[in-house]
C-alpha cells in the first residue's frame, strides 16, 4: 500500500501529530516541554501558521493547525522537529532517530466536528490518566485559554467553543466519537460529516484510504 499523501491545501484545518520513535519518551521534564513551546513559537514567525489548539505528552504530541500557503504548515512541523532532535541530542547526548519518522496529518471540518477534536486534543492527558483536569496539565493549548498571563502560542478557532470549555473537555468523548477520530488518525482521512469527507475524499484522491488494509494501527 503506498503512503498517503499529504495533500495540504491552503486555508484547510489539519490535526497533526507525532510520537516518540519506538514509543520512547522525548519530554523527561519541565524544562524539555518548556524549550519545545518556545520552539514552536519561534516556527511561528519563520512560517505562519494558526495554531488552534495543542498537547505537548511525554512520548507524542497533538496540533491543530491552519496554513495558507499550505506549505508552511508542513514547513513549520520540518523546522520545528529538525531543530529539536538537534538540541535534543545535544543537551542528553544521543544520537539516532528522536521522532517517529513522518508526522500524521488529516483535514477537520471547521464545524462541530473541530470542536471534537479540540476536545480530543486538550483532554489527552484526562484520557492518559496523569491528571483529573485537563486544566492541570500544564503543556497544553487548554492552559493558555485559561491563563492570561501565559505568553500565548495559539489562535482563535472559527467556531464558537462552549462558555464552559474545561467541562466540555474533561467530560470523556463518546465511543463513537473516539472511534471516529482514531479512524482518521490511523487512516489518514478526513474528519467530518461523511457527505463532507465523500466531496473531500474524491477531490483529492484519498478515497482508498477509508479501505485500506495492513497491520492495525497503533493509537495515539
Not at 489539519?14 to 513559537?41: A, E, I, W
Not at 495543542?54 to 506549505?71: E, I, K
Not at 532517530?97 to 517517529?100: E, K, L, S, T
Given at each position: 500500500?503506498?503512503?498517503?499523501?499529504?495533500?495540504?491545501?491552503?486555508?484547510?484545518i489539519?490535526?497533526?501529530?507525532?510520537?516518540?520513535?519506538?514509543?520512547?519518551?522525548?519530554?523527561?521534564?519541565?524544562?524539555?516541554?518548556?524549550?519545545?513551546?518556545?520552539?514552536?513559537?519561534?516556527?511561528?514567525k519563520?512560517?505562519?501558521i494558526d495554531?488552534f489548539?495543542?498537547?505537548?505528552?511525554?512520548?507524542?504530541?497533538?496540533?491543530?493547525?491552519?496554513?495558507?500557503?499550505?506549505?508552511?504548515?508542513?514547513?513549520?512541523v520540518?523546522?520545528?522537529?529538525?531543530?529539536?532532535?538537534?538540541?535534543y541530542?545535544?543537551?542528553?547526548?544521543?544520537?539516532g532517530?528522536?521522532?517517529?519518522g513522518?508526522?500524521?496529518?488529516?483535514?477537520?471540518?471547521?464545524?462541530?466536528?473541530?470542536?471534537?477534536?479540540?476536545?480530543?486534543?486538550?483532554?489527552?492527558?484526562?484520557?492518559?490518566?496523569?491528571?483529573f483536569?485537563?486544566?492541570?496539565w500544564?503543556?497544553?493549548?487548554?492552559?493558555?485559554?485559561?491563563d492570561?498571563?501565559?505568553?500565548?502560542?495559539?489562535?482563535?478557532?472559527?467556531?464558537m467553543?462552549?462558555?464552559?470549555?474545561?467541562?466540555?473537555?474533561?467530560?470523556?468523548?463518546?465511543?463513537?466519537?473516539?472511534?471516529?477520530?482514531?479512524?482518521?488518525?490511523?487512516?489518514?482521512?478526513?474528519?467530518?460529516?461523511?457527505?463532507?469527507?465523500?466531496?473531500?475524499?474524491?477531490?483529492?484522491?484519498?478515497?482508498?484510504?477509508?479501505?485500506?488494509?495492513?497491520?492495525?494501527?497503533?493509537?495515539?
Open positions: 500500500m503506498p503512503r498517503v499523501s499529504r495533500h495540504l491545501v491552503d486555508g484547510f489539519y490535526h497533526v501529530l507525532n510520537r516518540g520513535n519506538g514509543k520512547q519518551r522525548v519530554f523527561h521534564k519541565d524544562q524539555d516541554y518548556v524549550s519545545f513551546s518556545v520552539l514552536m513559537k519561534e516556527a511561528k519563520r512560517y505562519p495554531i489548539a495543542y498537547c505537548l505528552m511525554p512520548n507524542h504530541f497533538h496540533f491543530v493547525l491552519r496554513s495558507s500557503p499550505a506549505d508552511n504548515l508542513g514547513k513549520w520540518h523546522w520545528l522537529l529538525t531543530v529539536h532532535s538537534r538540541r541530542h545535544h543537551y542528553y547526548k544521543t544520537s532517530h528522536i521522532w517517529q513522518r508526522y500524521k496529518n488529516f483535514m477537520v471540518q471547521d464545524d462541530r466536528h473541530l470542536l471534537t477534536v479540540l476536545r480530543y486534543v486538550e483532554g489527552n492527558a484526562v484520557r492518559a490518566g496523569l491528571v483536569s485537563a486544566k492541570d500544564s503543556w497544553s493549548s487548554l492552559r493558555e485559554r485559561i492570561a498571563k501565559n505568553s500565548r502560542i495559539i489562535d482563535e478557532p472559527p467556531v467553543m462552549p462558555s464552559d470549555w474545561i467541562k466540555f473537555v474533561d467530560e470523556p468523548l463518546t465511543s463513537n466519537e473516539l472511534e471516529k477520530i482514531r479512524k482518521s488518525v490511523n487512516h489518514q482521512f478526513p474528519f467530518g460529516d461523511i457527505e463532507w469527507q465523500k466531496k473531500i475524499n474524491q477531490q483529492m484522491g484519498l478515497a482508498y484510504t477509508f479501505n485500506r488494509r495492513g497491520r492495525p494501527k497503533k493509537n495515539f
